[in-house]
């Protein structure tokens, strides 16, 4: 069948595929559901006015921001109960009244005039066309489930986001695995936190981030590996420039970034050499001793196998793969066992690479063997990316089960579907394919049809048109997203209007483990509804929505999902509702008590006990793997993807609406190259290039200048282009696409 085929009247299934009875049970469906949707609407419409009145904003409400995962607390300001302006929240722990321009503007893109205000449905001319919400919903549950009749119920899946609220991934992931039949499920937080997930997981026993943000001022020595906070994370970087302990800043990047210029030290190492790096410093700091072996032999386990894995990264070795000098190496090596607070901080540049785990473990294994963690000023602390990715990482039922549960462990499935009052059948025992095997699933056609939820992997995936040709394979493509112009939503067969951060309610994780609240505080346009009152109709049109009566407001699911912390690392039981939430300013996860004392903030691990049925931590290394596309004559330079400013965030969805954000960043997509590299070419800043891989061409402009290395150039991840031009490769552990470097050539664009 064919994806642009659809009529408005689509839930009339095609004659040679019809079903009576399914064409029955929807129209019966229908018809009890009938009058309920109005009263929905109306439900989600007034929920403004059912906030409890304790956190009824008067003139001014807090929440916290909807960008990245810092989770900075905004307070904003009301008129007659319409928001009118924000300013960063002078109390929250986390940002201390400070923001980043995004988070000055975050309500700027909810005005857009691009925000999808109705459901659109592709008609027999293959145009979008809006619909009711009755149609929308029965054309989601008939084409799906007659996608399940026909190819088993497999053969539908969900790319869901970090974007959106805790209860609401909840949801969708219960839905769509328990109520809706899926195995298959991911999330876009996969190209962004899935090495962290599981380098933490296999280290630890636990997908668990250590730190808190207090360790930024408390550190003597911070080591940053492939992050960029001064432009990522500026109110992390805030933290940082507090430190009143004159700190040791060490940069580990191949770039000259912003942080970079701003640190002590700067290792420029080469591309994709940091594993390499990190083992030749580790194999100096055990041929110095300057190891803590009482935690090491307390505390971990496998440290003798790393011992004897070091001796062949000795610093000439590593020099010569990383272009550092030997003394380097001794130096950076010196610097950590000097520092009595050494904090090791990695974000993208670790994350999206082929070797990624095994990176992210070595800055692990350095911290164990230092005993730099457990205590104030350490950690190795993976920074997150998106507002809620770690919401995602335990609650979206995608990499683990509800709670951080694993789908593979019989006990875990049988506590969860007791705590949630299901048949244990109804929970798979088998994990989700990660977000590239459900794209080769579309591929050889085991995936037929596909949700996906407030993401635009059009525009952000690894060799974005594999994603597009992709496309042409699915016979129902549901997009649920804020905006109707997305790249992915013009795909789409059907289009599910959503409100916005501002407009719902719910709660987020933030980098620290902080669990902060979200509010409504304006009206969604036109029939736009919050994602999580779109599961619950579609929960109901799809006949499953016995399963979700207790599923009734975010506030009751919040108690929920309290429930399946239970027992587990990240309990929070002991927080009580939202009120609890707003009074505190957020609380940090574990919270298992309801006795336990509030501090502002707690880190991970001081007992020295580790999440692993035997308590301890584990050192895992392997030997590192050539970068998988290295220049070579026909393809010369690598190239380095990256963010460009803190005033644009990921595909530039929500930035571009802001007028204010458009004038903080180069509306035109741009390459920094090396003034070497750019004699050599003819280059001068400013001119129009052709950058070529083996994927496709693409047009940019010139910015010459020595923030790269001679031989790489760099482009900003936020432009429509950018990931034409990169290489889909994926750690073989994590799944997480390599976006970093691949090959390229660069010429003068003539038009
Ligand atoms: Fe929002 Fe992140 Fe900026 Fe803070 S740093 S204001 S959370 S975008």
């Not at 957020?586 to 298992?592: N, T």
Request: hydrophobic share 40%.
């Amino acid at each position: 069948m064919s994806s642009l085929s659809y009529s408005k009247h689509l839930f009339k299934l095609p004659k040679r595929s019809a079903d009576n009875g399914l064409v029955r049970k929807v129209s019966s469906l229908f018809r009890q559901w009938d009058g309920k949707l109005s009263q929905q609407l109306a439900l989600e419409n007034s929920q403004f006015g059912r906030i409890p009145k304790r956190l009824l904003p008067d003139q001014t409400t807090n929440m916290t921001c909807g960008f990245c995962a810092t989770g900075c607390g905004l307070t904003v300001h009301l008129q007659n109960k319409v928001p009118v302006n924000l300013t960063p929240n002078t109390h929250y722990p986390v940002n201390q009244g400070k923001a980043c321009p995004k988070g000055w503007e975050a309500l700027s893109p909810l005005f857009s005039p691009n925000r999808a205000t109705s459901p659109m449905l592709r008609n027999a001319e293959g145009i979008l066309e809006p619909v009711n919400w009755e149609m929308a919903l029965r054309a989601f549950t008939a084409h799906f489930k007659q996608i399940q009749q026909n190819y088993g119920a497999e053969s539908i899946a969900f790319l869901s986001t970090g974007q959106i609220a805790t209860e609401e991934m909840a949801f969708l992931g219960a839905l769509a695995k328990f109520g809706m039949g899926m195995v298959h499920g991911d999330g876009n937080t996969r190209p962004c936190m899935a090495t962290a997930v599981t380098a933490y997981k296999q280290s630890f026993g636990f997908d668990a981030p250590p730190y808190t943000y207090q360790d930024f001022e408390e550190s003597d020595v911070l080591v940053f590996v492939g992050a960029n906070p001064c432009i990522a994370h500026p109110i992390m970087w805030e933290r940082v420039c507090m430190n009143r302990h004159n700190p040791k800043i060490i940069v580990i990047d191949p770039r000259t970034t912003e942080t970079a210029m701003q640190a002590t030290h700067h290792y420029a190492l080469a591309p994709k050499s940091d594993l390499m790096l990190l083992y030749a410093v580790a194999h100096v700091l055990v041929e110095n001793q300057w190891i803590d072996q009482k935690m090491i032999e307390e505390n971990t386990l496998y440290f003798a196998e790393f011992e004897g894995f070091l001796r062949n990264f000795n610093p000439a070795r590593a020099s010569r793969v990383t272009g550092l000098s030997i003394s380097q190496i001794h130096q950076l090596a010196q610097l950590i066992h000097e520092g009595q607070r050494v904090s090791f901080w990695w974000t993208m540049g670790v994350n999206q690479s082929h070797q990624g785990t095994r990176t992210a473990q070595a800055l692990i294994n350095l911290a164990l063997m230092t005993g730099n963690i457990g205590r104030p000023g350490t950690g190795a602390n993976s920074i997150t990316g998106q507002c809620n990715a770690m919401g995602s990482r335990l609650f979206s039922n995608t990499t683990s089960l509800l709670g951080g549960h694993d789908f593979l462990n019989p006990a875990h499935r049988q506590k969860v579907a007791s705590l949630l009052k299901l048949d244990v059948s109804q929970i798979p025992d088998q994990n989700s394919w990660p977000y590239h095997q459900i794209l080769a699933g579309i591929e050889t056609g085991k995936i037929k049809g596909l949700w996906i939820i407030a993401t635009n992997p059009a525009h952000s995936w690894i060799q974005q048109e594999s994603f597009h040709e992709l496309r042409k394979k699915l016979d129902f493509l549901v997009v649920q997203d804020m905006y109707h112009t997305t790249e992915t939503a013009q795909m789409a067969d059907l289009l599910l209007p959503a409100a916005a951060w501002g407009e719902k309610e719910g709660t987020f994780i933030n980098s620290e483990r902080r669990i902060g609240l979200l509010k409504r505080v304006s009206q969604a346009p036109g029939q736009a509804l919050a994602d999580f009152y779109i599961f619950k109709l579609i929960a109901e049109y799809w006949g499953c929505g016995g399963m979700f009566r207790e599923w009734e407001s975010p506030q009751a699911v919040f108690q929920i999902i309290k429930r399946l912390t239970q027992g587990q690392p990240c309990d929070i039981n002991g927080i009580d509702d939202y009120v609890m939430l707003e009074q505190q300013g957020g609380i940090q996860w574990p919270f298992a008590e309801k006795n336990t004392v509030i501090e502002k903030e707690r880190r991970l691990f001081t007992d020295g006990k580790f999440y692993h049925p035997d308590q301890k931590a584990y050192f895992l290394f392997e030997e590192p793997r050539v970068s998988p596309e290295l220049p070579d004559e026909a393809y010369p330079l690598l190239l380095l993807t990256g963010r460009g400013s803190s005033s644009q965030w990921h595909t530039q969805t929500r930035t571009s609406q802001s007028n204010v954000l458009r004038q903080l960043s180069p509306e035109q997509i741009y390459a920094e190259i090396h003034p070497q590299d750019a004699e050599t070419l003819g280059i001068d800043s400013g001119t129009s290039l052709l950058i070529s891989s083996r994927r496709g061409s693409i047009q940019t402009t010139a910015l010459v200048q020595p923030t790269v290395q001679p031989g790489q150039i760099f482009i900003p991840m936020h432009y429509a282009t950018t990931n034409q031009l990169t290489l889909a490769v994926f750690d073989p552990y994590s799944h997480q696409p390599a976006y970093k470097a691949c090959a390229v050539r660069v010429e003068i664009h003539k038009s």
